[in-house]
């Protein structure tokens, strides 16, 4: 007797159970906090705390900064930016700087990943409105990948952070000494994979090694691991394994071939947006004396690729971005606006985003209905999504650097934008403009930050938000057509 379909047939029942119990979840704690809401509140929590650690007497070297600036810092730590109104290494002692890099590490992962962790490290149960939460909190809508997403997480960070601590410390150790090269490998290591673009190396950050191996490839090296998305690692993982397993005779391109189409668009565009932003600051720099000018052919290469990798979500700086042309910025503005992919520690309105934008002006200037990549088609509530979050947050800038011009008038006005890009991509590049920010100045710029990290995932929400009521009815009302361009 043939009994595949029962087979079918259960799993099917099962699948039907746990979509009603998230239903019925959901219907239960709809009246109070959403998942979104806690997500946010998360990240306001321990900004919060970690701005009035900051402010204690024992957290600083000399006088404690202002309550404001030390709310601007946690801000860009927990939002992982790296924008800061002071110098962290002369303003902060080491229990400072060590809240600091923990509200960094906190900000890349996410606090309901830690607590998540913590929960099932600690062997407590985890009830399936908390796993709803957490699946908000890493953009996710599947349940069952959650526990093997959060082991990934896991593991891939400790690899990715260990790598950069051997390679940092042969950096540190042989210029501070053992113990001290140890902390600051280890402290870099953690700004670098978190996309934070905190330093210690003072006010010019790392303009003194922009030509230096280590600095130019495993900074970059770091960044570009924590900005590709815990869901590609994932997928990439999995489908090598079961290449290597398929056949004898391995194959790069049925490899990618059978990747997810999210981790084919998340690889074309980190690899195209790279190497764009390299030879585009090449040239727009080549012949700028302040910048690399005055380099040889391969460090000015070097260089480009590294600003053209940290300047979409990083910000760290081997150049002075002051004295950057002006076209340059405005290449600049473009990178950060766009910054990193899904499900990263990196911040903008996500590489994919971007290209959903993009090809659904390929679609409009063909004319045709479908909008298709890699042989398959793209939903359409999911390009309205993109597109809504590529409107909202240019309209965000657009407005923030208006108030800037306002509040901060003897700013240039390519620096001012530079700032506010910088802040909504959580990337931590400035044109010294942020320790000469006003009081309004500094709030836009926390406002930026908090919305640059959290702001994508709750407008993804927000236009996906559909009832899970059977009661309600949709209405439909008849079309009409209305003139455009």
Not at 76 to 103: E, R, W
Not at 317 to 323: L, P
Request: hydrophobic residues 50%; contains cysteine; aromatic residues 10%.
């Amino acid at each position: 007797m043939d009994l595949s379909h029962l087979g079918v047939r259960i799993d099917a029942i099962i699948g039907d159970l746990v979509m009603k119990d998230i239903v019925l979840a959901r219907r239960k704690h709809s009246g109070r906090l959403s998942a979104p809401k806690k997500v946010s509140l998360s990240f306001l929590a321990v900004i919060i705390i970690g701005a009035i650690v900051l402010s204690l007497p024992f957290s600083n070297k000399k006088e404690a900064a202002s309550f404001l600036d030390n709310l601007f810092i946690a801000t860009s730590a927990v939002c992982v930016t790296g924008l800061s109104p002071l110098t962290v290494v002369d303003q902060y002692n080491l229990f400072g700087q060590t809240v600091l890099i923990i509200l960094v590490q906190i900000g890349g992962l996410g606090f309901l990943t830690f607590l998540y962790l913590f929960l099932f490290l600690a062997r407590q149960r985890i009830t399936l409105s908390r796993k709803l939460v957490f699946t908000e909190a890493l953009n996710q809508n599947s349940l069952s990948m959650l526990p093997r997403l959060l082991k990934t997480i896991f593991i891939y960070t400790v690899s990715i952070e260990t790598i950069g601590v051997i390679f940092f410390s042969m950096f540190f150790i042989p210029r501070l000494g053992a113990l001290k090269g140890l902390y600051y490998g280890i402290w870099h290591s953690i700004s670098a994979f978190c996309n934070a673009g905190f330093d210690l190396c003072g006010s010019t950050s790392l303009v003194a090694y922009n030509t230096n191996p280590i600095i130019n490839f495993i900074v970059p090296f770091e960044i570009i691991m924590g900005g590709l998305g815990f869901i590609v690692v994932l997928d990439i993982h999995d489908k090598y394994i079961k290449e290597k397993r398929r056949s004898s005779s391995f194959s790069w391109r049925h490899l990618f071939g059978s990747f997810a189409l999210h981790t084919k668009i998340v690889l074309m565009m980190t690899v195209s947006l790279v190497v764009i932003g390299t030879l585009l600051f090449f040239i727009m720099e080549f012949n700028n004396p302040a910048t690399i000018g005055k380099m040889n052919l391969v460090d000015k290469l070097v260089v480009s690729f590294f600003q053209s990798v940290t300047t979409r979500t990083a910000g760290f700086s081997t150049v002075d971005m002051y004295s950057l042309n002006r076209i340059t910025k405005i290449l600049m503005c473009s990178l950060m606006f766009i910054g990193g992919s899904p499900a990263s520690t990196a911040g903008g309105i996500k590489t994919v985003t971007f290209a959903l934008v993009l090809l659904l002006m390929r679609t409009t200037y063909r004319g045709i209905e479908e909008t298709t990549v890699f042989q398959r088609r793209i939903k359409k509530r999911t390009l309205v999504r993109a597109f809504s979050i590529f409107f909202l947050g240019l309209m965000l800038c657009i407005i923030s650097s208006s108030i800037m011009l306002i509040t901060e008038p003897k700013q240039d006005y390519l620096n001012i934008l530079m700032e506010v890009f910088s802040a909504f991509g959580t990337v931590g590049l400035s044109a010294s403009v942020t320790p000469a920010l006003s009081i309004v100045g500094k709030c836009v710029d926390i406002i930026l930050m908090y919305a640059g990290r959290i702001g994508p995932i709750s407008l993804m929400i927000l236009f996906t938000k559909r009832s899970h009521d059977k009661n309600t009815k949709e209405f439909k009302y008849p079309d009409e057509d209305v003139l455009v361009g």
